[in-house]
């Protein structure tokens, strides 16, 4: 760790709005069927803003500077059930800001999983039915930014995943954090990556502060060379926080693809690991992020990508109550005799 890039990544305006630090846990039931020495879990499902997350950590510094500019409502973009939609209305208000989000997906008879987070935190939300794509989105959210701008509004637009340079910081605080809880010594850290934010933080983080660590994403969504594009960009905005001079690009970030399946489908492979998880160590996945990275874990492990005798530790990245949006995928799983009297 280098006292110069601690200091700047302390004088980057943030506001609190995680329960920090989460804690590192053992999985060894887990670690057991994996194959793996050790296996760790880093609890980001424990952050606290709406019910837990990687987003709080990212939101901590994106709305540092809504707040500075004096915003008085937030935008942002989203799947149907999105994890970082849900987390940006609960920081709204506990920011004293009005949310709006602009979703995209299948159309859908009950608001459950987050889209019922969204409902709580009283989100007025723009759905367009059957259509998820990113350009939509950020179209529709453009549109919205500009009404509200007409209405006397002062609007704070926040991208997809609220994958910025400046969020991505805070994932490079998060392996600060991790470095105190492990030491110096290799580890293998794992996360599922979707819209790069957190992948970015995790390596430039492992860079200044815990320097023997490999970085491996799991995507749920793109390709694994959109995604090192994408998360050295970045990087790149974060490093010139940090006062990082020594250049970085595609070829520093380690991403696989070959587990993602339809983004927000559930995958044969995921579910299975949902239920292993579940079932070996009571750690609840979703089918749509942390579900799939377990289950991209496993089979690195199997296929010797990641060494089994180095100590692993998993990002859990949150998104538990999108498991409830899916009961459909699980209730052939069930044991249960109704009994009448």
């Known amino acids: 760790m280098t006292s ?6 302390e004088a980057v305006e943030r506001v609190r709005l995680a329960d920090l630090p989460t804690p590192l846990e053992d999985a060894p039931r887990l670690a ?6 050790r296996l760790m879990i880093k609890r980001d499902d424990k952050t606290g803003l709406a019910l837990g997350g990687n987003k709080a950590r ?15 409502v937030l935008v942002t973009i ?8 849900a987390m940006t209305a609960a920081a709204g208000r506990r920011l004293g800001l009005e949310t709006k989000l602009v979703l995209g997906g299948p159309d859908f ?72 809880q492990l030491g110096d010594s290799p580890v293998q850290l794992v996360t599922a990556v979707g819209s790069c934010g957190t992948l970015a933080g995790l390596v430039l983080g492992a860079r200044c502060f ?40 595609a070829g ?19 579910q299975d690991a949902i239920l ?29 990508v990641l060494d089994p005798a180095v100590p692993t530790v998993f990002l859990h990245t949150g998104g538990s109550p999108i498991t409830f949006a899916f009961e459909h995928a699980f209730r052939g799983h069930a044991v249960c005799t109704k009994i009448r009297r």
């Open 210 to 249: 815990l320097p023997r660590a490999r970085v491996v994403g799991v995507s749920v969504s793109r390709t694994a060379s959109a995604i090192a594009e994408r998360t050295a960009e970045l990087m790149r905005d974060g490093a010139r926080l940090l006062g990082i001079e020594s250049p970085v690009s």
């Open 4 to 9: 110069t890039q601690a200091a700047n990544l």
């Open 32 to 37: 057991q069927h994996a194959g793996l020495a």
């Open 252 to 270: 520093d970030v380690e991403c696989h693809d070959a587990y993602a399946g339809e983004y927000g489908v559930p995958t044969p492979a995921g």
């Open 276 to 304: 292993t998880a579940a079932r070996l160590q009571g750690l609840i996945l979703d089918p749509v992020y942390t579900g799939k990275a377990m289950s991209g874990l496993l089979d690195l492990v199997c296929r010797r």
């Open 109 to 180: 008879e009950r608001f459950d999983g987050n889209l019922l987070l969204d409902v709580l935190f009283g989100a007025e939300i723009r759905y367009l039915v059957d259509d998820d794509a990113n350009e939509s989105l950020a179209a529709a959210m453009d549109d919205w930014v500009r009404e509200l701008r007409r209405a006397g509004r002062k609007p704070h637009a926040l991208p997809i995943g609220g994958s910025t340079g400046a969020g991505a910081l805070g994932y490079a605080r998060a392996v600060r954090e991790l470095a105190g």
């Open 58 to 72: 990212k939101l901590e510094y994106d709305l540092a500077v809504a707040v500075r500019e004096g915003a008085d």
């Open 78 to 85: 989203g799947g149907w059930q999105s994890n970082h939609a």
